[in-house]
């Protein structure tokens, strides 16, 4: 007889995700408050059917579903203008904060400022543009005066220069070398 997760056990094991699924949330809605009411809303949605879990492996798995579809349902009640990542994208997005544990996120968002500050004038305004506007990669060439393709390839080396930071950042860290 397969034995079903209590209320308790199911915070127990969702806690340590929330972190993760708060990002997750803010990074397909783009406010704060609505992340943290999407990520209430599927706790609501989890402890309303806690009698389907069977472990807390399959608890995490449904969360972080439901969290994804209540953020896109969000998106349609509110008509938010937001960018929305490819589900292929999505999924290897989720994949990597589910398997990435939450102590280094503090971290890496302090590493990604600062390199974000190294980045030349012409790539923060590309990022800006991208992330923090929602533009499309056409739009922002649009803006800039450049061809999408140009601006695709600028991306793509930002993206590479901003990893390389961070990681560079993260390991000065761990061995006690801090940079700024």
């Known amino acids: 007889m397969i034995e079903f997760m209590d209320r308790t056990e199911i915070l127990k094991a969702l806690l340590p995700e929330r ?3 708060i990002a997750l949330a803010w990074s397909i809605l783009r406010q704060s408050h609505l992340a943290e009411d999407a990520y209430q809303d599927m706790l609501a949605k989890v402890l309303e059917n806690k009698d389907m879990f069977e472990g807390p492996g399959h608890l995490r798995g449904w969360s972080w579903r439901v969290l994804r579809n209540r953020c896109y349902e969000l998106i349609r009640q509110q008509k938010y203008q937001v960018a929305l990542l490819d589900d292929s994208i999505l999924n290897l997005v989720d994949a990597d904060l589910e398997r990435r544990g939450t102590a280094d996120i503090p971290m890496r968002a302090d590493a990604l400022h600062d390199c974000l500050d190294e980045l030349s004038e012409r790539s923060r305004e590309t990022i800006r543009m ?9 739009r922002v060439a649009e803006k800039l005066g450049r061809k999408p393709s140009a601006v695709y390839k600028a991306l793509q080396r ?4 901003l990893a390389q930071c961070i990681e560079k ?3 000065a860290v761990d061995t006690g ?3 700024s």
Do not use: H, M
């Open 19 to 21: 972190t993760k699924q």
């Open 130 to 138: 991208r992330y923090f506007e929602g533009l499309r990669g056409n």
């Open 158 to 161: 930002i993206y590479v220069t």
């Open 169 to 171: 950042k993260l390991a």
């Open 177 to 179: 070398d801090f940079i």
